[in-house]
C-alpha cells in the first residue's frame, strides 16, 4: 500500500475511499528504519507480518507518481511523508517525488513526520535539500532528555542521537517553514513542561499527541 489514510482507526488505501476530498494522503515509502522504539507497531511479529504498511519491496519514485496520477491533486489537504518506517532513509527520493508534486500544485502542503535522525544514517546535513518542497517537518522528540530518548527509541546510532535530532530540529528551520516537536501525552505533564520549554529554547512549536493503544 503506498498511498493511504487513516480511518477509523486504521489505515485504508485511498483507492477505496468514496471521497477524496480534503484527505490527507500518506506516502509510505519504505521499512528501514535506525530505531526499535518501544512502542513502534515494528516490534510486533504479528503486525509486521499482517500489516498492510509493511512493504515487500520499496516503490521506485516512477511508481509513486504513478499512483498520484490516478487522483486529481487540488483534492487533497495535505500529502504526508510517513510509513512503517522512516521516510528520510530515502531522502534523494522524497525530495524528488515532492518536487514533481510542487510542480503540478504550488501551494499543496507537503510534510514530513520523521525521527529527526536523517543527517546521521546519509552523514551529511541533508535539511538545504528540503527547501521549497517540504512546508512541515513533525519530529519525534519522544522524551526530554538524551538517557530517556535513547531507551524509548534504542537508536542505532546510540545516545548521540538526542543531541543529533535536536540539531537537525534547528538546522530544518533554515529550509522548513513549520517545524513541529512532538510527544505523546502518555509521558505526563511534567515532562510535557520540560519539553515545552526546550521547543521555547528551540524556538519550535510542541505538538502533544494522544497516545493510542
Ligand atoms: S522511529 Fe518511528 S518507525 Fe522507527 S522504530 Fe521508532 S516509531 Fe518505529
Given at each position: ?13 485511498i483507492a477505496h475511499l468514496e471521497t ?73 527520493d522524497v525530495v ?118
Amino acid at each position: 500500500m503506498i498511498l493511504y489514510t487513516l480511518y477509523e482507526n486504521s489505515y485504508i488505501d485511498i483507492a477505496h475511499l468514496e471521497t477524496l476530498k480534503d484527505v490527507h494522503v500518506y506516502v509510505n515509502l519504505t521499512n528501514r528504519c535506525p530505531c526499535a522504539c518501544t512502542f513502534c507497531l515494528r516490534q510486533t511479529k504479528e503486525m509486521l507480518e499482517s500489516n498492510s504498511l509493511w512493504l515487500e519491496r520499496e516503490p521506485s519514485v516512477d511508481e509513486v507518481i504513478q499512483e498520484f496520477q490516478k487522483y486529481d491533486l487540488d483534492d487533497f489537504a495535505e500529502v504526508i511523508f510517513c510509513g512503517f518506517g522512516e521516510p528520510l532513509e530515502r531522502v534523494d527520493d522524497v525530495v524528488q517525488i515532492a518536487g514533481i508534486l510542487k510542480l503540478y500544485r504550488r501551494d499543496l502542503p507537503i510534510r514530513i513526520n520523521t525521527n529527526g535522525l536523517a543527517n546521521l544514517i546519509h552523514k551529511r546535513d541533508i535539511t538545504p535539500e528540503l527547501k521549497g518542497r517540504i512546508d512541515t517537518i513533525s519530529i519525534s522528540l519522544n522524551a526530554p532528555d538524551a538517557k530517556e530518548y535513547y531507551e524509548l527509541t534504542r537508536s542505532r546510532f546510540g545516545i548521540e542521537s538526542f543531541q543529533a535530532m535536536l540539531d537537525f530540529t534547528v538546522l530544518s528551520k533554515q529550509y522548513v517553514p513549520h517545524v513541529v516537536l512532538t510527544v505523546v501525552d502518555i509521558i505526563g505533564s511534567e515532562k510535557i513542561a520540560q519539553c515545552q520549554s526546550l521547543c521555547d529554547e528551540l524556538g519550535v512549536t510542541l505538538r502533544v499527541r494522544p497516545f493510542e493503544e
